[in-house]
């Protein structure tokens, strides 16, 4: 059996409160209230409903699935009605929403532990959630005062959900190819507002359908007659399934169909829905913003969906992590060496050594995407907006490589969590096949790596010739040589191995941004995936750094920072090190791009 999945409230709690600027989170407007014991309040809430309402959902989701009848109805995975309605009952939906719409307005530095309790016990009922927080974020920067009045209190409170519909068959990756279409009705649609007519189809919606709410606020892309070639001439759309009237109530049936669900590798409880708008009558919808503008909106709130993507790599690598660790301890296989007596297979050398690296990597994505959430809230409330900007930036910055290095994290960790169960791992009954199977999606959607890797090169560090990395690895520096400054040979390898790391992460910056510059594209964007990726062991490496700098100067007083110390050490040692090589395929370059395709496209 799966083992349950317990919180690890002290691991979060230390980054929330102890590596995070949490006062600097805590003094910004509307946080008067956030005290570290608020923290630690709501985060043992959410441990407990995590532990006891959804993990069990787990693998039950797994092996029913969600599944569609004839007439495109969805019904979810037993158990998942109820949980949702307990979801929403607590009031855990509207956490982080602003006040303004009655949510709680939490920061997102204390969201993003809940985030990860949610999508650790399971993954395919927090992706629901997540979809509407994403379409409400959305509405509430760019909707119009009609449409926060009738959409967004029922989903901030969780009774009706959100989705977001970007992608169709020939447009994936590349948005620019959207060909939904929608035109201008001549009278206002039920709502009051003026009425579009939407009509085209989109694949893999998450929770496009589902039986969990009586509404579903569905946010799509679509073009209208006018609208130029490409990028420029997406407008969004919001598409009620049932039409919500002027005065709120719930009107009749929207034209539109769940044409089928995905049968898919992982996250099996997740329905991915094909969907059909305006086939039959015509699907009303309502343009949000102006016209033309529609990627932009969504280009505000990519920031927030890829920090939960990331997050979601972080969760399940944890819960993987646990499974793999309760495994291993349990199960004994031959003598091990320098032993005696009989010994569990965690201490098999390298049992010990994929347990090491799970943990100690863990430990490192976990602080780095709570760092980008914090980044997120102070560019977002800081009163001092030369502050703010420069919060936005680092972000900014942060986003793409929590995004592709947490996530591509994931796939390894996971992988490492079947090896140590050897043949346990490899069927079903453990369930840790099922956390590499849910794990895998999350290098795919909300941009690929190789999107995220692009958006890190082509804008992120192109657009300031690296002047925000520069200034990252000024602050990376900066705590290397305190490390080396104290007098703890651990912390002082620590330091060396990060001053090392800032200089091989700095050279391949520069060899990138100069092949950009001599319009060497295609070698620079060969190295793109490598960089985004070394940027991310670098990172973990400076936030480990960090963490072992918190815990010398309170060694003495428990064992829990005597571990950080230990796994900061192993981290720079045995995961950080040896990736600095990802430095030689960052500037490979046109000739790896040349061999690749002399052997591949024959
Ligand atoms: C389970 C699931 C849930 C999803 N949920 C949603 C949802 O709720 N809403 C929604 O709108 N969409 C959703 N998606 C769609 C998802 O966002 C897309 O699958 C993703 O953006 C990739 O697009 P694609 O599948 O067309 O792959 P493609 O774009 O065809 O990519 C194929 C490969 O080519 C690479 N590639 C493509 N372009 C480039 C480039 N410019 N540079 C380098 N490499 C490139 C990619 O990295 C990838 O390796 C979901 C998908 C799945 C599977």
Redesign the pocket.
């Given at each position: 059996m799966p083992a349950d999945y317990q919180a690890p409230l002290n691991e979060m709690q230390f980054v929330v409160t102890e590596l995070c600027d949490f006062n600097q989170v805590a003094a910004l407007p509307g946080q008067q209230d956030l005290e570290p014991s608020l923290a630690e309040a709501v985060l043992s809430e959410a441990a407990r409903f995590s532990q006891e309402v959804l993990s069990p959902l787990n693998v039950v989701g797994d092996q029913a699935g969600a599944k569609v009848n004839a007439q495109g109805e969805v019904a979810c995975a037993p158990g998942f009605k109820q949980a949702y309605g307990q979801f929403v009952e607590a009031g855990w939906n509207g956490l982080s929403c602003s006040t303004e719409h009655n949510g709680q307005g939490l920061p997102q530095l204390v969201a993003a532990a809940v985030n990860e309790m949610w999508n650790a016990s399971c993954m395919s009922f927090a992706l629901c959630p997540m979809?509407t927080a994403g379409a409400i974020h959305a509405l509430e920067r760019h909707g119009s005062e009609t449409q926060k009045r009738l959409y967004l209190p029922k989903m901030v409170s969780g009774e009706w959900t959100g989705?977001?519909?970007?992608?169709e068959p020939q447009?994936?990756?590349?948005l620019a190819a959207v060909a939904t279409k929608a035109w201008p009705l001549n009278e206002s649609g039920p709502s009051g507002e003026p009425g579009y007519c939407i009509h085209g189809t989109?694949?893999?919606?998450?929770?496009?359908n589902h039986d969990l709410t009586e509404n579903i606020i569905h946010l799509v892309l679509a073009r209208l007659p006018d609208a130029p070639e490409g990028v420029k001439g997406i407008s969004l759309f919001v598409v009620p399934k049932h039409h919500v009237l002027a005065n709120g109530d719930l009107g009749e049936a929207n034209d539109l169909k769940t044409v089928s669900l995905?049968h898919?590798l992982g996250?099996h409880a997740?329905p991915?829905a094909v969907m059909s708008y305006g086939e039959a009558s015509g699907a009303v919808g309502y343009l949000v913003g102006e016209p033309h503008r529609g990627l932009e909106y969504m280009f505000t709130m990519m920031n927030d969906a890829r920090l939960q993507v990331g997050i979601q790599g972080l969760a399940i690598s944890e819960r993987a992590y646990q499974q793999a660790l309760a495994y291993a301890q349990e199960r004994v296989q031959g003598r091990v060496l320098g032993q005696t007596d009989a010994k569990p297979i965690a201490y098999h050398p390298d049992v010990c050594r994929l347990l090491g690296q799970m943990k100690s990597r863990i430990d490192a994505m976990r602080a780095l995407s709570y760092e980008a959430a914090a980044m997120l809230d102070m560019a977002a409330h800081c009163p001092d907006s030369n502050q703010a900007s420069a919060f936005q930036s680092r972000g900014d910055f942060l986003i793409p490589v929590v995004k592709a290095w947490c996530t591509e994290s994931s796939t390894d960790i996971t992988s490492m969590a079947v090896q140590v169960h050897g043949g346990m791992g490899y069927v079903e009954d453990t369930g840790a096949a099922q956390h590499f199977r849910d794990a895998r999606?999350t290098t795919?959607?909300?941009?690929?790596?190789?999107?995220q890797a692009?958006d890190f090169l082509g804008r992120k560090l192109a657009r300031d010739q690296g002047a925000e990395a520069k200034k990252v690895l000024s602050e990376l520096q900066d705590t290397a040589r305190q490390l080396s400054g104290r007098g703890h040979e651990g912390c002082q390898a620590i330091g060396a191995i990060l001053l090392k790391a800032s200089a091989v992460l700095e050279e391949s910056i520069d060899a990138s941004l100069e092949a950009l510059q001599k319009k060497q594209s295609v070698a620079a964007?060969m190295g793109s995936v490598p960089l985004v990726m070394l940027s991310g062991y670098v990172l973990g490496g400076w936030m480990m750094g960090r963490a072992a700098l918190v815990a010398y100067e309170k060694k003495d007083r428990a064992p829990f920072y005597e571990r950080k110390l230990q796994a900061a050490l192993f981290y720079s040692q045995q995961v950080l090190l040896p990736q600095l090589g990802l430095a030689h395929a960052v500037k490979a370059g046109q000739q790896a791009y040349d061999q690749a395709c002399a052997f591949t496209q024959v």
């Open positions: 979809l989705t977001m519909n970007l992608t447009a994936g990756s590349d989109k694949i893999y919606i998450t929770y496009g995905e898919k996250i997740s991915t999606i795919i959607y909300e941009g690929t790596t190789a999107i692009n964007f």
